[in-house]
């Protein structure tokens, strides 16, 4: 699932909800917001269903597989307080994520993308991981390599990044603080991660 190279305005239409951001899918996503396919009768999802869907929404959004996404659920688990929410707040912590909600990229493959290629420091260290889990304190920086600084100099300017208390995004150094953990209202997709959780938990 971290790896889909299909289309992605279908999942976007199949789920009914813009898990992809890329401008082609928005578009097809907008001009066609039904399920992709015959226009049959449409059929109700039984809970299973909605269940399988919410599931998809979380591994498409974040680009998760799900022996991953398994274990954030078990992280989840050993967590203090809501379940639910501390999947989502672990989803949400994702270096992949971050980057993609300070503005360097338009998109969330787009941020993978740039990760594993080498092209952010996590405190001045390199960090290849997509999945990368941040902590209050951490500092994300892009390389300080002229080619790459001209990029995501231009992307940051392209890109309208929503403020959050916990991130502090400095666009003309190319940095991102972050201040403290994503709260239950800091989560950016919206999905019934309860239905998810009892899927989970069978």
């Not at 688990?77 to 989803?91: P, S, V």
């Not at 290629?117 to 920086?141: C, M």
Request: include cysteine; glycine fraction near 8%.
């Amino acid at each position: 699932m971290g790896h889909y190279h299909g289309a992605k305005a279908r999942i976007n239409r199949r789920l009914g909800s813009m898990v992809y951001e890329s401008a082609g899918a928005v578009r097809a996503f907008e001009r066609r917001e039904h399920p992709p396919g015959m226009r049959a009768r449409v059929r109700r999802p039984s809970n299973y269903g909605l269940a399988l869907m919410e599931k998809q929404k979380i591994k498409h959004y974040y680009g998760l597989g799900e022996r991953q996404l398994r274990r954030f659920f078990d992280k989840a688990g050993r967590i203090k307080g809501n379940t639910g929410e501390n999947l989502m707040i672990l989803c949400e912590r994702r270096l992949d994520n971050v980057i993609r909600r300070a503005g360097f990229t338009s998109s969330r493959p787009q941020a993978r993308q740039g990760i594993v290629h080498g092209h952010f420091q996590v405190n001045g260290v390199k960090v290849a991981s997509p999945s990368y889990l941040l902590r209050a304190g951490d500092v994300i920086t892009v390389r300080p390599r002229p080619n790459l600084q001209i990029i995501y100099r231009s992307q940051m300017e392209e890109n309208q990044s929503q403020p959050m208390e916990w991130l502090a995004v400095d666009r003309e150094t190319l940095r991102v603080s972050v201040l403290g953990m994503p709260g239950p209202s800091d989560i950016s997709l919206p999905v019934d991660v309860n239905t998810v959780i009892e899927f989970l938990s069978r």
